[in-house]
C-alpha cells in the first residue's frame, strides 16, 4: 500500500494483479512524508536486486507501543506482522482508511486498485505460492483447499461490499491503465514498468488449460463480485 500525501492518491495493493511492479514505480515519485508500506524482507531483497531506486518503506508505523523503551513483550511478542502496529502490505480498505484517521483524506484523495481475470490470476497464485516446492499439489488439489486458494482482493477495494476506490484499473491494460492513473494525479512515468515477480511460472500453458470444469466453476462462485464489476469471462 502507498498513501501519497505529496500527490494526493492512495494505492491499495491487490494480490497477483501486477502490485509489486507498481509499487516499485510508485516509489520512485514518493514524497518523504509518503506512506509506503513493507512486504517483507525476501520481497524487499528481491526488489533492491532489480536495481530500482525508489523509496524504502516509511512512515507506515502509527502505533507506538512497539517502540523503545516500551517493555520487550510488548516490542517483540506482541509484534506478528506489520498489521500489529501500523499500515500493511495488502491492507484491506476498511483498515486502512480507520488507521488514516482523516476522512478528509480519504474522501478526497484519489483511491485506485487493480484486478485481474480471476481464473488467470488463481493460477498465478498457484505457481506464486509452490514457487519453492519440489513437489507441488497439482493445480485440481490446490483448489479443493479454499482456506489456502482463495484470494480475497475485492475486499481491499471495498467497503460494506461497496466497491470505494475511484478506479479499478485491469492487469490485462496494467500500463496504459496505470498512465491513466498518472495523468489523473499529476504524474508521469516515462519508463517500463520494472518486472517483479514474473519469472515463477513453471509451464507457459495458458491459463484455461489448468482447469476442469469443476474447478472453472469454483472461481466462478468464489469471484462473481469481480466477474460482476469488469465483466470477466473464462
Known amino acids: 500500500m502507498i498513501i501519497s500525501h505529496e500527490h494526493k492518491f492512495i494505492f491499495l495493493k491487490t494480490r497477483k494483479t501486477g502490485g509489486s511492479s507498481l509499487e516499485l514505480a510508485l516509489r520512485k515519485l514518493c514524497g518523504p512524508d509518503d506512506v509506503i508500506t513493507p512486504i517483507g524482507d525476501e520481497e524487499e531483497l528481491r526488489q533492491r536486486s532489480l536495481n530500482y531506486d525508489g523509496r524504502a518503506p516509511q512512515n507506515w508505523q502509527v502505533h507506538s507501543w512497539w517502540r523503545s523503551p516500551q517493555p520487550l513483550f510488548k516490542r517483540y511478542w506482541l509484534k506478528a506482522s ?88 485491469r492487469f490485462e491494460n496494467l500500463s496504459d491503465d496505470f498512465g491513466k492513473v498518472l495523468k489523473t494525479v499529476g504524474l508521469s512515468f516515462d519508463a517500463p514498468l520494472p518486472q517483479a515477480k514474473t519469472d515463477f511460472r513453471r509451464d507457459a500453458k495458458h491459463y484455461r488449460r489448468h482447469y476442469d470444469e469443476e474447478t472453472r466453476e469454483l472461481v466462478r462462485k468464489w469471484y462473481g463480485r469481480e466477474i460482476a464489476l469488469l465483466g470477466y469471462e473464462f
Open 82 to 169: 506489520a498489521k500489529d502496529y501500523g499500515f500493511y502490505n495488502h491492507i484491506p480498505a476498511n483498515d486502512a482508511r480507520m488507521l488514516l484517521k482523516d476522512d478528509a483524506i480519504w474522501n478526497n484523495y484519489f483511491k485506485f486498485a487493480f484486478e485481474r481475470n480471476p481464473w488467470d490470476r488463481q493460477v498465478s497464485a498457484y505457481f506464486f505460492r509452490y514457487r519453492k516446492s519440489k513437489n507441488p499439489p497439482s493445480f485440481s488439489e490446490y483448489m479443493h483447499r479454499p482456506r489456502r486458494a482463495w484470494i480475497n482482493n475485492y475486499d481491499i477495494y471495498s467497503i460494506d461490499n461497496e466497491v470505494c476506490v475511484d478506479f479499478v484499473g
